[in-house]
Structure formats: structure tokens, C-alpha cells
């Protein structure tokens, strides 16, 4: 994988990420995970599902921050709200996170995650912070 490329046969082979990309894929959607399993070939990815009511950006702040408290990261809290808000969303989200407890969520994240989640959580609250 290249430094920093988001080139898609990067993004495909990222460890955490190529589970996601299978979940997705078209034959993953028609019930065929085998079949996309054997293939290693790098599937499409589908649109994201925001959830119906979307939380406010100051609770979807706490519960980021509930996440990343005391020992270790909850990391499937921190898929579910990142992975699961638009672009401006997460800018929102990034705002209300630094006007309650004066920090940055980018500096938040970048001291409690490493490695490539790490640098997808960073890449989706950048997104947000540039786009808001």
C-alpha cells in the first residue's frame, strides 16, 4: 500500500477495510459471500446508511467520547457514528466535539487509534472538517 494514496486498490487491501468491501459487494448483497471470498477480487462498495432519526451532532460528540475513554477504544462505536454520518454530518459532529470538551476530535483520535483505523477514522473526520 502506498504512504498516504486513497487510490482504490489501496483502500481495497487495507486490512479492516477489505471485510467491509466483501459486506458490501454486489455478490455479498445477493447472498454469495463464497463466491467473493474465493474470487479475492476487490468488490464495489455500496452507499452508507445514515440512521433514521439521525442523532444530534453533540450526542453523537459524547458517545465519540465515551468511545475513546479510559482503557481502550471502543471501536465499533466509533464505526457506527463515523461510518454511518454523511460528510457534513461529521463536520458537525467534529464542531460540537471540540466545543464540549476543547479539544479536536482529529487530535482526539490521533492519540487514542494507530494503524490503518486510525488513519480512516482521521481521513472521515478530515473529510467532515473540510466539506463543513
Request: proline share 4%; glycine share 6%; with cysteine.
Amino acid at each position: 500500500m502506498c504512504c498516504w494514496c486513497q487510490c482504490l486498490e489501496c483502500i481495497h487491501n487495507i486490512p479492516p477495510l477489505n471485510l467491509l468491501f466483501v459486506h458490501f459487494s454486489d455478490s455479498a448483497i445477493r447472498g454469495d459471500e463464497a463466491a467473493v471470498a474465493a474470487s479475492g477480487a476487490a468488490a464495489s462498495m455500496a452507499s452508507i446508511s445514515v440512521p433514521n432519526p439521525v442523532p444530534s451532532a453533540t450526542e453523537d460528540a459524547e458517545n465519540i467520547r465515551k468511545a475513546v475513554q479510559g482503557w481502550g477504544t471502543d471501536e465499533k462505536a466509533l464505526i457506527e457514528i463515523l461510518g454511518h454520518r454523511t460528510a457534513a454530518q461529521r463536520g458537525e459532529i467534529a464542531v460540537a466535539y471540540e466545543g464540549l470538551y476543547n479539544e479536536t476530535l482529529v487530535d482526539r483520535l490521533h492519540s487514542e487509534l494507530s494503524g490503518d483505523f486510525r488513519v480512516l477514522c482521521l481521513c472521515l473526520t478530515f473529510q467532515g472538517v473540510i466539506l463543513h
